[in-house]
Nanobody
């Protein structure tokens, strides 16, 4: 069974940090672009960051540039999202996804439908 499992979410105060992890089971991520998305209550799911299969291409949403860092460890079949200087507007359910994308589509604006596998999400709440 192919699946992605996220972990690392939680409650954190504004200005704090969290690191999310997402591990793939049942398939190898070596050839997949991996992305992080988030969805706040009442809002559409939006792209946060993505990283190409070899890590050579990375993109971030403008709202998280300079604060979030995406990385991957193909040997561990895992992608990470290090989130620093968290703000209340970062609150949401964070999903990871895997897709076979051409290099020119490794951008956060790429459609959700270009990703094949999705995790169930991990909740991040930023509140004092």
């Amino acid at each position: 069974q192919f699946k992605l499992v996220e972990s690392g979410g939680g409650l954190v105060q504004p200005g704090g940090a969290l690191t999310l992890s997402c591990t793939a089971f049942g398939f190898t991520v070596d050839y997949y672009t991996l992305g992080w998305f988030r969805q706040a209550p009442g809002k559409e799911r939006e792209g946060v960051s993505c990283i190409s299969d070899n890590g050579g291409i990375i993109d971030y949403a403008d709202s998280v540039k300079g604060r979030f860092i995406i990385s991957r460890d193909n040997a561990k079949n895992t992608v990470y999202l290090q989130m620093n200087s968290l703000k209340p507007e970062d609150t949401g359910l964070y999903y990871c996804a895997a897709g076979l994308l051409d290099e020119d589509r490794v951008v956060v604006a790429t459609s959700l439908f270009d990703y094949t596998y999705w995790g169930r999400g991990t909740q991040v709440t930023v509140s004092s």
